[in-house]
Every structure is written in structure tokens, then in C-alpha cells.
């Protein structure tokens, strides 16, 4: 059965510093992977997907994620983090074998002054 | 470019009572999924619709139910409301058959309270 992990429930970093927020993820096929961003009282915003190619996916407000086959994961990244980037973080797959989406718990990250 | 849409934005409800939530999709598109994601958790996938039909079905209850008009738009139906059926529901819009590669966009949600 497929899965994903975000095994971080919150992330701390200053403003100006890089930030990752960690994804890892099971699936029994090759896998589509997304990044989703959600404010609060606000629905999913799409960042970036991951569907076959370079490893290293460009997305939204200047966010990046590498897809890491060995290692299973697809971490969220961006060099310079702004304080309008705290929010929640949601990771999710598809399996091209089923199709069916599924999302990881979420990150919250906190972007500090 | 419009968005995709929800109403209402916030209801209060008691067991037993039956719900409709409605979706409009975004411009163009014609698959509608629902989510419910409840307090502290990701969404979790209900079903899909894509040109009125039933096009994939998470693991909820019968008492789930939905609809997709000719005009791509949908209804989200629930039976004998739960408490555990509080959560926030999602509406997510595509471009094709809700499959693969295709990119969802979400809807700002209704937040259900069952009392």
C-alpha cells in the first residue's frame, strides 16, 4: 500500500536561512509527487510536482524538491526562507499503478523574524 | 481564470442530520475530487468525478455520496452526519481524468460541525 511520511510536525527557521521539510514515501510502482502549501482558513495551494526527468523540480515563490529514488523522498527546499513562507506544508503521491493520491500529514514551518 | 469555489464556507450541523456541500470547478476543468481532512491531518480522498460519473472511491461509508453536473460542478452528500464527520472538506478541480500527472487545484474548503 502506498504511503507518505512527513516525519516532521513543525520546523523552525530564521528568515534568510535555507529550509527543508522532509517527505518520504512508499509506493509499489514509480511514484508522482506533489507539494502543496495551505494557509490558514484557505484551501491547497500548489507548489510543485515531481513527474519523471530531472531530479531537482522548480515550483512556486521560488520553492524547489529533489526527488531521491534510493532514498525514497522527496524533500521541500528553498535557499532563503521570507516570513510569509510560515504555514502548512502537505507532501503527496500517486501511484501511476492505482492512481490513487495520497497525503502525508503535514509540516508546520515557521519562518522566524 | 476563475478559481474553484465553495459553499458554504461554514456549517453547523447534528447527528443524525444529512448535509450537501457544493463546488464550482475552476475554468476548463472536468474532474472533481473531494477531501475531508479532519483537525491536524492531511486530506484524506472521498471520490472522484470526471464528466458526471464515479471515477475512484477512497474508504468512506455509502452515506458519502456525490454528484458531478453537466457543467463540471458538484455536490458532496452526506447521510446520518457522525461527529467524527467534522472536518474540513475539500474540493480539488483537474483537467483530464483525475489521473496521473494531472495537477489538482483546491477550493478553500467548508468547515462541517456536527454537534
Known amino acids: 500500500a502506498q504511503s507518505v511520511a512527513q516525519p516532521e510536525d513543525q520546523v523552525n527557521v530564521a528568515e534568510g536561512n535555507p529550509l527543508t521539510v522532509k517527505c518520504t514515501y512508499s509506493v509499489s510502482g514509480n511514484p508522482y509527487l506533489f507539494w502543496y502549501v495551505q494557509y490558514p482558513n484557505r484551501g491547497l495551494q500548489f507548489l510543485l510536482k515531481y513527474i519523471t526527468g530531472d531530479n531537482l523540480v522548480k515550483g512556486s515563490y521560488g520553492f524547489e524538491a529533489e526527488f531521491n529514488k534510493s532514498q525514497t523522498s522527496f524533500h521541500l527546499k528553498k535557499p532563503s526562507a521570507l516570513v510569509s513562507d510560515s504555514a502548512l506544508y502537505f507532501c503527496?503521491?500517486?501511484?501511476?499503478?492505482?492512481?490513487?493520491?495520497?497525503f502525508g500529514k503535514g509540516t508546520r514551518l515557521h519562518i522566524l523574524p | 481564470e476563475t478559481g474553484v469555489t465553495q459553499s458554504p464556507t461554514h456549517l453547523i450541523k447534528t447527528r443524525g442530520q444529512q448535509v450537501t456541500l457544493r463546488c464550482s470547478s475552476q475554468?476548463?476543468?472536468?474532474?472533481v475530487s473531494w477531501y475531508q481532512q479532519a483537525l491536524g491531518q492531511g486530506p484524506q480522498f472521498i471520490f472522484q468525478?470526471?464528466?458526471?460519473?464515479?471515477?475512484g472511491r477512497g474508504n468512506f461509508p455509502p452515506r458519502f455520496s456525490g454528484l458531478q453536473f453537466p457543467n463540471y460542478s458538484s455536490e458532496l452528500n452526506v447521510n446520518a452526519l457522525e461527529l467524527d464527520d467534522s472536518a474540513l472538506y475539500l474540493c480539488?478541480?483537474?483537467f483530464g481524468r483525475g489521473k496521473g500527472t494531472d495537477t489538482q487545484y483546491f477550493g478553500p474548503g467548508t468547515r462541517l460541525t456536527v454537534l
Open positions: 503527496a503521491v500517486r501511484d501511476r499503478a492505482d492512481d490513487k493520491i495520497i
Open positions: 480539488a478541480s483537474s
Open positions: 475554468s476548463g476543468h472536468n474532474t
Open positions: 468525478y470526471y464528466r458526471e460519473e464515479e471515477n
